[in-house]
Every structure is written in structure tokens, then in C-alpha cells.
């Protein structure tokens, strides 16, 4: 069984900054592709950012600049430091990350998402 746990959501000011952090657990052998999501309400879930094994890192055009995703191998874990949050950043954000348990094929994970709310 696999989990990924996300933490560090919560209601910042705009302008402000927030980290979140996510943890890969449980019957690991390798772990891919890793990456943040998010969604609004009433809207599709849309990738934030995402970071290879090997730290390719891609950014949705809104976040870049403003949002720094990193990844720690050995722990299966990432995190995106996000600063100068506005309003339209409030969603519920996703890790995501791409896991082959032991003696299973590679398949698509998620977290259960954490809140971020930015407003006055």
C-alpha cells in the first residue's frame, strides 16, 4: 500500500507565503515523476508544478517565478515553496507522484489534498 500525505496547507494574507509538503510512504521500490495540482472549486484540476527523479522541473506559466518546487530522493518527499500568493491561488492542492510499489507495475498516485485559502 502506498500513501502520499500532504501538509502545510492553511489561510495566508495575499502577498504571503506558504509551503507545502508531501510524503511518499509505505511498499516503495522506485518513485518517478512527482508533482503539485490544484483545484478550484468548480474547476478541473490543473498541474501547479512537477519535478522528475533526475529534478527536471516544470511550472505552470501563473506560478513561475513566484512558486519553487524541490524533491529529496532518499525520502520521497517534495516540496513547493509558494510566495506572493494572490486570491486565485486559493485551492485545494494535490501531491501527485508516480510509484512502482514492490513487485507491482508503476501507477499514478494522489494525496488527498490540503486547503490554501488566500485572503484578507
Known amino acids: 500500500q502506498v500513501q502520499l500525505v500532504e501538509t502545510g496547507g492553511g489561510l495566508v494574507q495575499p502577498g504571503g507565503s506558504l509551503t507545502l509538503s508531501c510524503v511518499a510512504s509505505g511498499s516503495i521500490f522506485s518513485v518517478g515523476d512527482m508533482g503539485w495540482y490544484r483545484q478550484a472549486p468548480g474547476e478541473q484540476r490543473v498541474m501547479v508544478a512537477t519535478?522528475?527523479?533526475?529534478?527536471?522541473?516544470n511550472y505552470a506559466e501563473s506560478v513561475k517565478g513566484r512558486f519553487t518546487i524541490s524533491r529529496d530522493n532518499a525520502q520521497n518527499t517534495i516540496s513547493v515553496q509558494m510566495d506572493s500568493l494572490k486570491p486565485e491561488n486559493t485551492a485545494v492542492y494535490y501531491c501527485y507522484a508516480y510509484v512502482a510499489p514492490r513487485g507491482k507495475d508503476g501507477m499514478e498516485y494522489w494525496g488527498n489534498g490540503t486547503l490554501v485559502t488566500v485572503s484578507a
Open positions: 519535478i522528475s527523479k533526475g529534478y527536471r522541473i
